[in-house]
């Protein structure tokens, strides 16, 4: 079973407990399901999953583009390596602070699972190099030597969202507690999961994952 009929399954379903302490919500753009959120009932928010014909605003992606090109951007997810279309959807971890009330799925802020915060002593940096300038042609110059042109590369990256293709490679991927201690993550945000994020959480939305093959 592929992930566009599993969600064309779990869409059915009402915004309501799905598992033993487990929730699932749904987001939709003019009548169109675009986004769902798994949480529970301890730890609010957990995951997020995309469909892959749908952007961050809603709109459709056009799937030819997007299967025999590399250089459209618009509709991608970032897989920690590179932005590319998941055609089966893309799930990722989410991390609640706490406040999402009695809307275990998805109320209240979280953070998402991205590559500064994966890696807390990642740090943007800037690469530049001496170019030399000749009319309409640009030379880059070796180290050490002094041109008339500086080019500075910047790593943007840090706040992209890493992706998976399924609930379970999201999950196995998720920050563990000594991990969750030394991220860059709100204090309210660690708080709150190395309160609240044990085990049996985990193994709760393990068996959601497995029942529903995500």
């Given amino acids: ?54 952007d961050m605003y809603g709109k459709g992606v056009d799937v030819t583009v ?18 590319r279309y998941f055609l089966a959807g893309a799930w990722t971890n989410i991390y609640s602070r706490g406040n999402f009330g ?21 740090q943007r940096k800037d690469v530049s190099k001496e170019l030399l300038a000749l009319g309409e042609d640009v030379i880059t110059l070796p180290d050490g030597i002094k041109g008339n042109v500086q080019q500075t590369e910047m790593d943007c990256s840090g706040g992209w969202s890493i992706f998976f293709e399924s609930a379970r490679q999201a999950l196995e991927e998720r920050l563990t507690v000594d991990k969750i201690e030394a991220s860059s993550l709100p204090r309210q ?26």
Avoid at 14 to 22: F, K, S, T
Avoid at 34 to 43: A, S
Avoid at 68 to 81: A, E, F, I, W
Avoid at 190 to 211: G, Y
Wanted: with cysteine; glycine share 8%.
């Fill in 1 to 54: 079973m592929n992930q566009q009929q599993v969600i064309n399954k779990l869409k059915h379903l009402p915004d309501d407990r799905i598992g033993d302490g487990v929730y699932i919500a749904y987001q939709w753009s003019d009548g169109k399901l675009v986004r769902l959120y798994l949480g529970t009932k301890q730890c609010g928010p957990m995951l997020q999953f995309d469909l892959y014909e749908n």
């Fill in 66 to 83: 997007a299967e025999t090109t590399t250089s459209v951007t618009y509709g991608t997810h970032y897989d920690g390596k590179e932005h």
């Fill in 102 to 122: 009695k809307n275990y799925a998805c109320g209240g802020n979280w953070s998402g699972h991205t590559k500064n915060l994966i890696d807390p002593l990642w």
């Fill in 189 to 214: 945000t660690k708080q709150h999961l190395l309160k609240n994020e044990t085990e049996n959480v985990i193994d709760a939305l393990k068996d959601v994952i497995e029942a529903y093959k995500l």
